[in-house]
């Protein structure tokens, strides 16, 4: 597996409306798009910064993956996404490798991404996810 680059950077708050003025002033741009990922339960708003964007999600259900990180760690960093190409493969290098997987295989994410998750109790604390951008 060899990243490209880091796609995103994914940070926890509790609400957008509060955040996206925040990093539309220190970024120096405006955020570019807003999104509700229904099946993981977040809005996410969007900020690019040459390759690699900044994700802010808020939770849409206290008991959804970033409903449950914000109870108990606060607002933060939650995430942090690699681009690869051949998401297929790298999930299966990381499995051989003892990696454990949240997702055993793609899935759709933000922005039309496919995605997979690692496990942070085997990524040494960092939610890690991998994902591949199908149209470039
Ligand atoms: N970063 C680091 N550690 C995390 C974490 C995160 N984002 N989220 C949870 N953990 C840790 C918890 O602190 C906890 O550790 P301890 O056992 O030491 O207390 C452990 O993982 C289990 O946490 P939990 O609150 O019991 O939560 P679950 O096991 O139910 O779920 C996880 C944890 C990572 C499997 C789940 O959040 C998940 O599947 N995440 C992937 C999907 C996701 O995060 N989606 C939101 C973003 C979507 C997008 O970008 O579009």
Known sequence: MKPSHIEHIGIAVKTLDEAI????????TECYAVEEVKDQRVRTAFFKIGQTKIELLEST????PVGKFIEK??????????????????????KESGIRLIDEKPRMG???LHIAF???????????????DKNK
């Open 110 to 112: 933000a922005e039309g």
């Open 61 to 64: 259900d206290p008991e959804g």
């Open 73 to 94: 760690k606060g607002e933060g960093i939650h995430h942090i996404a690699f681009a690869v190409e051949g998401l297929e493969n790298a999930l299966e290098e990381a």
């Open 21 to 28: 003025p925040y990093y539309e002033k220190l970024l120096g």
């Open 118 to 132: 690692l496990h942070p109790k085997s990524t040494f604390g960092v939610l890690t996810e991998l994902c591949e």
